[in-house]
């Protein structure tokens, strides 16, 4: 598994913009697929955004296209989600995901073999 910190989480007003980042912190391997999660509360947890190895392939679910954009750094084995035009719907506690073996695109947490603590984004109206 792959030792992930997340960080840039917080409130902000509507229309406002955050960006996350998820670190690999202290792997020295590489870190294939990567993707972001959210969970807000009573709800699912569900896929935001996916970026394959080495970053050549990325999905978003619908909610947040043109809006959200998932890139990351091999070099430093780190992944970031900018969120742009924030929306009260938008709230949730976001979660990063790595992969340490699978290099493909991925929308389900099944194919994701590490996680992030999860950073809480709360977008006010």
């Known amino acids: 598994q792959v030792p992930l910190v997340e960080s840039g989480g917080g409130l902000v007003q509507a229309g406002n913009s955050l960006r996350l980042a998820c670190a690999a912190s202290g792997y020295t391997f590489t870190v294939y697929a990567m993707g972001w999660f959210r969970q807000a509360p009573g709800k699912e947890r569900e896929v935001v955004a996916a970026i394959d190895w080495p970053g050549s392939r990325t999905l978003y679910t619908d909610s947040v296209k043109g809006r959200f954009t998932i890139s990351r750094d091999n070099a430093k084995n780190t992944q970031y989600l900018q969120m742009n035009s924030l929306k009260p719907e938008d709230t949730a506690v976001y979660y990063c995901?790595?992969?340490?073996?699978?290099?493909?695109?991925?929308?389900?947490?099944?194919?994701?073999?590490?996680w992030g603590q999860g950073t809480q984004v709360t977008v006010s109206s």
């Open positions: 995901a790595a992969s340490s073996s699978k290099s493909g695109l991925y929308r389900h947490s099944d194919s994701f073999d590490s």
